[in-house]
């Protein structure tokens, strides 16, 4: 069975997931936003192997540790190939919003994620949905094990959903993948970028999906 461990790091208090296998002690590490030096620390600390860093999507606040840990760990890193815009602009837009320079440079797309991909880890796998609206590349992360999600910045816990005000996102578009995530039959529990996790009982009643 697999675990999801929540560490809350950046300025922007984004959730950076990690999805363990205990058997194996082999974790991929979800939007790492910020902190890689204690990202690695708590690596460290539980005796976890990382075997890769993904994102939900490609907004910096997400992705501000992900060149650290690629580095340090030699390991691939996945987004959604529809993301690769804003990956590029990653270092630019942490620059402007956060006001300073110390931003790492982005980090290399290794794998890209589609929808269905399947990936390991330990004995166990995780499934890939591809939820566009928020980004276009956005992605949720579904762990039948856990009968969880990792959905990113499409909806939060207060009933509010990420924002598709930029020329690239879209309001029907994640009002459709919101509809697939909390029709997901194998999951029970959203865990989203920020805030709080909830049931999907209680998306569902929100969202009226």
Same mark, same amino acid.
């Given at each position: 069975? @697999?675990? %999801? ?7 922007? &208090?984004?959730?950076?997931?990690? #999805?363990?296998?205990?058997? /194996?002690?082999?974790?991929?590490? =979800? ?10 620390? =708590? ?7 990382? #075997? ?16 650290? @840990?690629? +580095?340090?760990?030699? #390991?691939?890193?996945? %987004? ?5 815009? @804003?990956?590029? !602009?990653? &270092? ?5 919003? @956060?006001?300073? &320079?110390? #931003?790492?440079?982005?980090? +290399? ?28 590349? /956005? +992605?949720?992360?579904? +762990?039948?094990?856990? &009968?969880?999600?990792? =959905? ?10 990420? !924002? ?23 999951? !029970? ?12 009982d209680r998306a569902a009643a929100m969202f009226g999906v």
């Amino acid at each position: 069975m @697999l675990t %999801i461990h929540t560490l809350v790091v950046g300025e922007l &208090q984004t959730n950076c997931y990690f #999805i363990t296998d205990a058997a /194996s002690h082999t974790t991929l590490i =979800v939007d790492p936003a910020d902190a890689p030096e204690y990202i690695s620390d =708590v690596l460290i600390r539980e005796a976890l192997t990382p #075997i890769g860093v993904a994102a939900t999507h490609g907004h910096f606040d997400h992705l501000l540790g992900a060149f650290g @840990l690629q +580095v340090t760990y030699n #390991i691939p890193f996945y %987004i959604h190939a529809d993301d690769t815009f @804003l990956l590029n !602009r990653m &270092q630019a837009s942490g620059k402007h919003f @956060l006001k300073r &320079q110390n #931003i790492d440079p982005a980090p +290399v797309m290794t794998q890209k994620l589609t929808d269905g991909h399947a990936l390991r880890i330990g004995k166990e796998s995780i499934r890939i949905l591809h939820t566009p609206g928020h980004t276009p590349g /956005s +992605v949720a992360f579904i +762990v039948p094990s856990a &009968q969880a999600a990792l =959905v990113g910045d499409a909806l939060f816990a207060d009933g509010s959903v990420g !924002r598709t005000d930029a020329s690239y996102a879209s309001a029907p578009a994640l009002r459709d993948s919101i509809e697939r995530i909390v029709r997901c039959p194998d999951v !029970r529990t959203l865990y989203p970028g920020h805030g709080n996790p909830l049931s999907v009982d209680r998306a569902a009643a929100m969202f009226g999906v």
